[in-house]
Every structure is written in C-alpha cells, then in structure tokens.
C-alpha cells in the first residue's frame, strides 16, 4: 500500500473516545512517538514510547508486531499520523491515530503521568529562532546594520530547514541540559516493553 494511499485511510481518534477504549479494552496498545523529554514531560499510563525516527527505523517488524488495536500519539497528530503511514505502508492492519493531544485526553478525564516539564522541541526552536532575529533587528538598529544579517541568517536556516525537512537549531537545541533528561529508547529496549 502506497503512502498516499494509506493517507486516505488513516482512520482518527478524538481524546474523550481513547479514554473510553483505554477503560474498555486492556489489550489496547498506545505508541507515543514524540520524543523522551517530552514524552516524560506528560503520558499515557502503560503507553510506549517510540520515537519517529527510531520507528521509521524498524517499521517492518513493529508492523508485524502490533496488532489492529492500536492507537498513535503525538502532540499535535501530525507525527502520528505520518507514523501510521509508515507502519500500514509496512503491513500494519488497522490501528487509528489521536487527533487532539495527551492534554486533551487528561480534558476529558483521562489519567495522565506527570514528570519533568520541558518544552516540547518545536516550541524551543521556535523561541530560539525568534529571540535571535529579534535580537539582530534590535542590534542593527543600536549598534551596526550589520547585526541585521544575523536575521537574515536566521531566516535562511528556517527556509533550509522546511525544504529539507531537518533541523539543525533542534538538534542544537537536544544538547542543552534541560533536554537530556530522558534518553532515547534502543530498540531492545522498545521489544521488552511492548512484550510486557
């Protein structure tokens, strides 16, 4: 099945029905691919964490693994949803994706785990990328136009960073130390837990 196929099937969830299902069904499988920092931040009890890129990684054989009942997470759905793909596209059978967010399953009543709040990583580059051309605009006002091209440079990466889908700012940004509290599962790690 191609990606963009699989795009048209992706079958969603919204929060007040997957607080349901977690109560009705204890074969439920939750996969949460945001990243550790803010997957710790805020969860699911009894989710699994699988990180994007670890999941893109090993599609196959988590696609033979999970069965029909399972349902994707991430902050916003749209990770989730290209998770889905990923996995349907490998020969995962059924399975729906969260349409709102794990705050939006605790609105409706659902229990979430609570540990260190970070910013999730969209947000700090988003501040980064803001503060410093705010910065370079202020500068090449008081001190020397030439600041403005820290702007400019600033704009660029953003522009690079869209086109070739990367971000160099957010893995800048995973080194500072408010951001390796939890580390990245192994693969080894993500099978013991799923077979618990």
Known sequence: MSPAATAETTKTIDAPTLKALL???????????????????????????????????????????????????CQSGVRAKQAHERLAAAGLEGGQV??????????????????????????????????????????????????????????????FSALSNTCAMGKALAYLPWNQGASEPSWEEIQADLDR
Do not use: Y
């Open 23 to 73: 109560e009705d069904n204890p074969n439920l499988t939750v996969i949460d691919v945001r990243n550790p920092a803010e997957f710790e931040s805020a969860h699911l009890p009894g989710s699994h964490n699988i990180p994007l890129p670890l999941l893109s990684a090993h599609t196959v054989e988590l696609s033979a693994r999970l069965g029909s009942d399972v349902v994707i997470l």
């Open 98 to 159: 969260l349409t709102g967010s794990v705050d939006d399953v605790e609105k409706a009543g659902g229990s979430v785990v609570r540990g260190k709040q970070v910013w999730d990583m969209e947000r700090q580059v988003r501040f980064a990328a803001g503060s410093l051309v705010g910065l370079g605009l202020l500068a090449g006002r008081v001190a020397s136009p030439k600041f403005r091209m820290l702007a400019g440079g600033i704009s660029g990466g953003l522009v």
